[in-house]
Structure formats: C-alpha cells, structure tokens
C-alpha cells in the first residue's frame, strides 16, 4: 500500500532518509491492525515516524547507514535488535520496534524483511512480554490525590476539570472524555461510549452512584451549549484542536510523567481499581490485595475488562496485575537483587572490612518491587563497643558507606544507608525488610 509513497519521497529526497521518513508518514495514512476499517490514531502516527527516524539514526551509529528507505533488510533489522537487546530494553519495547519495522515492509512490499522477535534475540525469553500489571499506575497508589489535581484544573478550565473526572467516573480515555456527547450517550442506567473509543469498540458503563449521575448532568448541560453536542465552551474549535488542548491543559497542571510522575491513563488504572473492589470487596492484586475466592477474582476481572472496553477477560490484568504473576515477579526481583549484593565481591570485601554487622533491604525493594532509583540499605553494628564509643559508631558508619558504594555499583541504582535505628517505623511494621544472610556470614567470616 506504501510503495508508491515510498518511491515517490525517494525521488523527492534522494540520499536523505531522515526526510523521507517525513514524507513517507505525512502522505501514508496508517491502517488499524485490528476492529473496524479505519486509520491508526494521531499519538501511532506520531510513534511509528518518531521510530523509524531514531531507527535510521542508530543505523548510522551502528556503521550500516542507508541512503533511501528502500533499502531497509533483514540484515539491518538484525543488527537493530542486537543493539537493543545490548542496551537492556524490555520485552515491551522490543516488541513495540519490531511491530513498526514489520508493519513499515509490508507497506513497502518487503512482507520478510523484518523476521519475529523470538528469531531475533539471543534469548527467547527476551521476546516474551508479560500482559500483567507489576506496578499500579493509579494516581493514588503514587501519592497523588486525583480531587487536588482537578480543583487545580478547574482554574485553568473547568470543561478540562469536568473531563477528568469522567475519566476516573467511567474509565475514560482521554480522547473518548473530549469526544463525548454525554446527551446522546445517557441511556439510563449506564452511558453508552461509542465516540473516539479503540477500535470503534463501544461498550456500556454503569450509571451506578448519585455521584456519577451528578457529574453526567453537569456535562449534559455544557454539551447544549455546543451545536455537536460535545463537551466544549468553544463551538468553533476543531476536534482535534480540542484535543491537543485538553493534553496542553493536562501536562500545565502537571500531569505527565515528568511532572507529577503520573499520566492521564493513570485515571483508568484508578477506575479499573475501584470496579474490582466493589466487585470483590479488597484490594486489586497489583495494590496488594489478595483473594482466595478464584471464582470470584475472575468474575470481577471479567467485569473490568468490560467496563474499560476490552474484549478479552484477561485484559484487566494490565490494570489489576495476577496474584500469580505478581508472586512468581516478586520472588524473581529479589533473588535478582540478593544475587547482585551476596556474590559480588566489592561489596563482600567492603561488609568484611566493617566488622561484624547485620544488614537489611528496606522498603519497596525489599517486598520484590522492581528498583526505580534510589533504594534503602541498613545494618546494625554487633560488636561490642570500644571504649570510645563515638569514635568507634563514627568508624563503622565511615566504612559502612563503602558498602552502601560497593552496593549502589553492583545494583546499579544509588544505595541510600539507614542504621537500623533510624528506620522509618512503617517500614519494621509492614515487614518491608529482606535480611541479607549472605552479607551477614561475609561479616563474621562464616
């Protein structure tokens, strides 16, 4: 389908592949790979160029540099793998490349150029990505208060403020809240999403509390007001214009991973939380709950699914992580992390030069979660004191921070040192704490 684009832009822009790749996707509208027939969504317009530009770039740097699109082989997408799989990208990320390299040579008429990712990597199970949420992206599992942030909307707009709360009201995507006609879309007892949904897959969501009625009411007299019957306080603005408003208004009030360290999809995550606890009555696995009732937990991730739009009944576990996966994640994290700390020796040499002493993991780190940055290291002293004993609290400290060094190299993230008699208490009352036994038995020479 793209290869009259392609020669077209090659004959345009000879030797010059970065503005063909400009050309290439302003004149290509993209196909949806699945649901109904239509082109891909604005944001995979912009990652599929945004890609294939990087893409053309590291080819330079990796000494295979191409002069015209065409000229793309398996060859070069070999290589690209082999450099992303060097530099520790994730199966998501992976994945993500090689569906843009395959999907750009079928376009061209190269349907083999780009070969799957299993017969790419030197590890197969680098090629397997995992469908089931580790971490909760909901705002407030990550400190922020969803209220606060619209309070702070509504004094840039309150259209905007109103728009966030129907997406953590019903699960809403962003471009589905600026593209609702919350007139047309009111059937009673549940709102009928069709418009800007994925894959033009509508679905229904429960109109289940005084509080959401409210806020379907308050939306429906600001869409009278709009002659498409949308939410907008400016009937001349475009759709998309007020779709890149809304995002402009969004990252202003800090929403963004830069920012507050949370996205708008984040409200989805907070919603499809809030459905599996009604239905189940704790916690979503990824927010630490736990549920023995397997029935149940089923059902209630079916339910979700459903009310985010998803067809498949496992989807919600994307949102609501998998108990099982969860625990098989967890204990992979920390034999990961006790493997880094207990066999290197730096850190064992460092832990022996400072005597005898105990030392803990504390915190996120310690309950299996995946390391971010910065993470907690303690120890306690088991000596007997000397006869000054300030003198001898000041000397271990001094030669534990060369641990805390030792452990932030082989960790790979910056070791924060606590004595464990300044550990926060809701770290010791949670249990967040993984005794390092290795390091322990390095000390005392066992």
């Known amino acids: 389908m793209g290869r009259q684009v392609l020669d077209r832009v090659q004959k345009l822009h000879p030797g010059n592949p970065l503005r063909q790749v400009d050309e290439f996707f302003a004149d290509f509208f993209i196909p949806a790979a699945t649901g109904r027939k239509r082109t891909v ?3 995979t317009e912009q990652l599929y160029g945004v890609q294939m530009r990087v893409m ?101 707009c309150s259209v905007a403020g109103l728009q966030l709360r129907l997406q953590l009201a019903f699960g809403l995507r962003p471009r589905e809240a600026v593209m609702l006609k919350p007139i047309a879309a009111d059937q009673g007892k549940n709102l009928f999403v069709t418009d800007g949904t994925k894959g033009g897959r509508a679905r229904m969501v429960p109109i289940d509390t005084d509080e ?27 759709l ?33 939380g809030s459905v599996y606890k009604e239905a189940t009555g704790v916690e979503a696995p990824v927010n630490g709950g736990r549920l023995d009732d397997l029935d149940l937990a089923r059902r209630a991730m079916q339910i979700t699914s459903e009310q985010l739009g998803h067809s498949r009944k496992h989807a919600g576990a994307a949102y609501l992580g998998s108990k099982r996966h969860l625990d ?31 030392w803990w993991v504390v915190g996120s780190a310690a309950a299996g979660k995946p390391i971010r940055g910065s993470w907690i290291l303690a120890y306690r002293a088991e000596s007997k004191p000397a006869v000054n004993q300030t003198d001898s609290d000041l000397g271990i400290a001094a030669m534990a921070m060369a641990v805390a060094d030792a452990a932030s190299q082989a960790v790979g993230y910056p070791a924060c040192l606590l004595r464990e008699a300044l550990l926060p208490n809701g770290a010791q009352e949670q249990g967040e704490r993984l005794e390092l036994v290795g390091l322990w038995r390095a000390s005392v020479g066992g």
Not at 251 to 257: D, E, H, L, T, W
Not at 329 to 358: F, Y
Request: aromatic content about 6%; charged content about 25%.
């Open 240 to 272: 998309n214009r007020a779709i890149a408003r809304f995002y402009y208004l969004t990252r202003k009030v800090g929403i963004c991973k830069n920012g507050l360290g949370v996205t708008l999809h984040g409200l989805r995550h907070e919603f499809a």
């Open 41 to 43: 969504g604005i944001k």
């Open 328 to 358: 098989y994640t967890q204990r992979k994290n920390l034999n990961w992390l006790t493997g880094r700390l207990e066999n290197n020796t730096a850190v064992l040499g460092a832990v022996k030069a400072c005597g005898p002493c105990s």
């Open 212 to 238: 959401k009625r409210a806020l379907l009411e308050q939306a429906k007299t600001i869409a009278r007001g709009n002659s498409r019957g949308i939410l907008s306080n400016k009937p001349s603005m475009s």
């Open 56 to 156: 053309v770039k590291q080819l330079r740097g990796l000494n295979m540099p191409i002069q015209n699109l065409s000229e793309f082989s398996t060859r070069h997408v070999a290589a690209l793998t082999r450099h992303y799989e060097a530099q520790g990208l994730s199966a998501s990320s992976l994945q993500k490349k090689n569906t843009v390299l395959r999907r750009f040579g079928t376009w061209i008429g190269k349907p083999d150029m780009t070969p799957r990712l299993c017969d790419l990597v030197s590890d197969p199970t680098r090629s397997k990505r995992s469908y089931s949420a580790v971490e909760s992206k909901a705002w407030s599992a990550n400190g922020v208060d969803p209220d606060e942030i619209f309070k702070r909307m509504d004094l840039e």
